[in-house]
């Protein structure tokens, strides 16, 4: 869903250019029909599938983009959420400043665990990273922090008031504040992977020797793209807290970590659109597969991957992708 | 002299850059045949063609008239084809005593797995006094050595090796090739890949001269020896 | 603290040490020749526990039931390899990890459908004999330190003196020679997940008297095995072991007197960051050359 092809794309054909904005034209019209289409619990669904959505495009820009790996992203869900609860309840920080607030928080634990992230090749870093989403409730709730983070009762967040005067109900507000977070982060994040530093990354993923070589200064680049990562995450952290107006030691649990990291390979690693389609699984699945049979989320999430691993290991934007080549409009990458 | 193995229009490849094109090559019994050629000719490529190890390739090889072209690595050693790789590629983690033993691991009994490792200790006593010690601290004459041992274990028809003479010094070089030529008296074909035609022309019965993956000439090695253009490009003199 | 109080924590932590060793052992079993870590390996514990669950259930005696499970449990980890491990080999390794983690959760929800998510009780077999009664130990514990003894000197035999250990221990030196000589690499892969399932399953059986059977039983089991094979090195089966047993000697000592227990899983992610960063080959691991 996005064009990785070297010509820059003012250069490219109109059929090109059309292909490569059609992602966003869809999500925007999707977005802003939604609230008027859905009722009630389901404008909440929608809400959790932005904030979703925006937890795995940080993990693809780090896992798909750069090329290293998280199996601990939850902990940046962790971070975002509970920075936010914290400034709102213990300083009192209205939510649209909580939120970038959070953001940046986790952006900077990102740049601190990217350092030591370097020195670790993908298997170690999986290790590493697997092991800090076990800890992750632990620490939330242990006794040197229960102070601030409420302990194994969590904290409770506000939903932000809602926008009356232009007909809107607390649901909607919310939703609309999300989709707008959500919208100018996707913005952002494909103008970063569709320019200069994109590439650099994409180069520091496949050659790393070569991109070096090349003057690419892959230490900054991998370092920064964990800050942004957990920039992404953190803020759908922050999102996340304010859609289900808590947040405890439980919703940052291992799974979830593990949920963002299907999420992104079901949307496609290398994909900034994709994450919705991710975004989308993992919201809507449970929602109706708890109701199955105990179990199904997890074996249903288990065997997409496996499947998907086997005969689609780009996920659905390397399906639309191969699709789209084969149209003629989209170069192969 | 009956044909041992035989390769018959090979061409090879790793992924999608060809390395041998449409190589004919015959092997004799008894014999040693040496295939000269500068780096990056093709004849590491050659040789794990026949093993079916790593490339890509059309064409068959054939070894006493059966055709091995599909079959697996394992399957090509029990019919009595063995390796002695370039680097030497010993365990290096391994003892000596060990490496030996892997040598024979496709022999059924152990009177012959202790046959072949006195074998090997008798034509490297070296290998004897270290036989606990770990093989990565051998030197590498030694681990040359050790290579050829375990080559020999499983009373191969064939031994394969792969530029024997690397990276040692020339004494060790010729008293390596010199137990060369004695296993090949004892009945071992030989075929040997070399870059230094020197030391493998004074043990060759037969030669094969490879180019950017052709054969450009080959035949016996006294006729190669004679030949002009050969002594200037491939002996310098 | 009194010293036999410290004595009783050295002991407890030695005994959940040995379920860290074991685990642990199992992971190198797979390391060792694909240089691959299992994280699907706790959850294979976990079924196998229940399988000898269900066998009990159905009127085995608990040590027929335990030796069943280790066959099926050697003969599952043989299948995951021949038919779905291989379909990845020469595959990069982020899909690997990633085939790894969906097959974690796979075996997860299939324990969580078969069995529901409540936690049972699973009966300690050592519990009855007499002859493990000590002063100091429990008898479960003192089984648990048998049972372990009793794999390493199984596993030990294994790879000194037959010809399977021998070309397991070939493929992992070196996997292109072991060909040339005839092994075929393939099975001896097949084996060593074969391998690691059985003794992860005696793992996860040990584990289930003490913290209780659920799906998720073995998800911190799995993180301090981790960590013990990293510290001890992971490519040295017995540097595994001993690094196991370190973790669990540690975290009942740094658990009792440093940090208190609820922040024992800081702990073990701070041992296993500082392992890879600043010495990733363990304390007794080999240094493996990665070619580029």
């Not at chain 3, 899983?265 to 392992?275: C, D, E, G, R, S």
């Amino acid at each position: 869903m996005n064009t990785l092809a070297q010509t820059s794309l003012s250069s490219a054909s109109p059929p090109v250019k059309f292909a490569s904005r059609l992602p966003l034209a869809l999500l925007i019209l999707a977005g802003v029909s939604a609230p008027f289409v859905l009722a009630g619990y389901q404008i909440l669904l929608a809400t959790s599938v932005l904030s979703f959505s925006l937890a795995i495009l940080g993990l693809n820009l780090l896992s798909g983009y750069n090329g290293q790996i998280s199996l601990g992203h939850s902990a940046f869900l962790a971070i975002g959420g509970y920075a936010t609860a914290i400034l709102m309840t213990k300083f009192g920080v209205p939510y649209w400043a909580a939120i970038p607030l959070a953001g940046l928080i986790s952006m900077m634990v990102g740049l601190v665990v990217g350092v030591p992230a370097l020195r670790l090749e993908l298997l170690y870093l999986a290790l590493a990273t697997f092991a800090l989403a076990v800890a992750v409730p632990q620490l939330a709730k242990n006794k040197l922090v229960s102070h601030w983070t409420g302990g194994v009762q969590g904290l409770e967040v506000r939903k932000p008031e809602a926008w009356t005067a232009i007909g809107l109900n607390a649901d909607q507000t919310l939703y609309v504040i999300v989709f707008l977070v959500v919208l100018v982060c996707f913005i952002a994040a494909d103008n970063l992977v569709s320019g200069r530093v994109g590439r650099a990354l994409e180069a520091i993923r496949d050659q790393p020797i070569s991109a070096d070589a090349m003057g690419i200064n892959s230490r900054t680049y991998k370092i920064a793209c964990f800050g942004v990562s957990s920039f992404f995450t953190g803020v759908a952290g922050a999102l996340g807290a304010l859609t289900t107006q808590f947040v405890s030691p439980e919703s940052y649990a291992f799974f979830v970590s593990v949920t963002l990291l299907i999420g992104a390979v079901v949307g496609g690693f290398k994909s900034v659109y994709g994450a919705f389609i991710g975004g989308i699984f993992v919201v809507m699945m449970p929602n109706y597969a708890e109701n199955l049979w105990q179990g199904a989320p997890a074996l249903i999430y288990g065997a997409i991957t496996i499947l998907l691993m086997l005969v689609m290991p780009e996920g659905f934007a390397g399906l639309v992708r191969g699709v789209l080549w084969r149209v003629g409009l989209q170069k192969r990458s | 002299m009956t044909v041992l193995l035989k390769l018959d229009e090979v061409s090879a490849s790793y992924g999608d850059v060809g390395v041998l094109s449409r190589v004919n090559l015959q092997v004799s019994r008894g014999g040693i045949t040496a295939i000269l050629g500068a780096n990056g000719a093709g004849k590491t490529t050659m040789l794990r063609t026949i093993f079916n190890v790593l490339v890509r390739r059309q064409g068959r090889v054939l070894f006493e008239g059966e055709d091995i072209t599909h079959m697996r690595t394992p399957q090509v050693v029990r019919l009595g084809i063995t390796h002695v790789p370039d680097g030497r590629g010993t365990f290096a983690q391994l003892s000596v005593e060990d490496n030996l033993l892997l040598g024979g691991y496709t022999l059924g009994s152990s009177t012959l797995v202790r046959k072949g490792m006195e074998r090997a200790y008798d034509l490297f006593p070296r290998l004897r006094e270290r036989s606990r010690q770990q093989a990565g601290t051998l030197s590498g004459g030694e681990q040359q050595m050790l290579a050829i041992g375990r080559a020999l274990m499983p009373n191969p028809k064939l031994i394969l090796l792969d530029e024997p003479s690397f990276g040692l010094a020339p004494q060790i070089v010729a008293e390596i090739f010199k137990t060369l030529k004695d296993i090949n008296q004892a009945g071992v074909s030989l075929l040997l890949v070399e870059q230094n035609a020197k030391i493998a022309l004074s043990v060759a019965s037969h030669v094969c001269l490879i180019e950017t993956g052709e054969v450009i000439r080959s035949g016996p090695a006294d006729e190669l020896k004679g030949d002009e253009t050969v002594r200037k490009v491939y002996l310098g003199y | 603290m009194t010293d036999s109080a410290f004595v009783q924590q050295l002991i407890t932590g030695l005994t959940t040490g040995c379920v860290y060793a074991l685990v642990a052992l199992a992971l190198v079993m797979i390391y060792q020749t694909t240089h691959l870590v299992n994280f699907a390996q706790g959850e294979m514990a976990v079924l196998s526990t229940y399988l000898v669950l269900v066998l009990i259930s159905k009127g085995m005696s608990y040590w027929a039931a335990f030796a069943v499970t280790l066959v099926v449990s050697f003969l599952f980890g043989v299948a995951v390899e021949r038919l779905l491990m291989r379909r990845f080999s020469g595959k990069p390794v982020i899909t690997i990890v990633i085939v790894m983690v969906g097959m974690m959760i796979l075996l997860n929800g299939i324990a969580g459908f078969a069995f529901g998510y409540e936690v049972r009780r699973f009966d300690s077999p050592f519990d009855s004999i007499a002859w493990l009664k000590t002063g100091f130990m429990s008898p479960h514990e003192a089984g648990v330190a048998l049972v372990t003894l009793i794999v390493l000197f199984f596993v030990y035999a294994f790879f000194k003196f037959t010809k399977l250990g021998l070309a397991m221990r070939g493929a992992a030196a070196n996997p292109l020679s072991s060909q040339f000589v005839g092994i075929d690499v393939g099975w001896i892969l097949a084996l060593g997940w074969g391998l690691a399932a059985a003794i992860g399953a005696i793992g996860g059986v040990m584990t289930a008297p003490v913290v209780f059977l659920d799906p998720n039983m073995m998800l911190s089991v799995i993180l301090y095995s981790f960590a013990g094979a990293v510290l001890g090195g992971i490519s040295n089966p017995w540097g595994a072991v001993a690094g196991g047993l370190m973790l669990g000697v540690a975290e009942n000592l740094v658990g009792a007197y440093l940090i208190g227990s609820d922040l024992k899983l800081a702990f073990v992610l701070a041992v296993i960051v500082a392992v890879l960063t600043l010495a990733p080959n363990g304390l007794f691991g080999r240094r493996l050359i990665h070619r580029v």
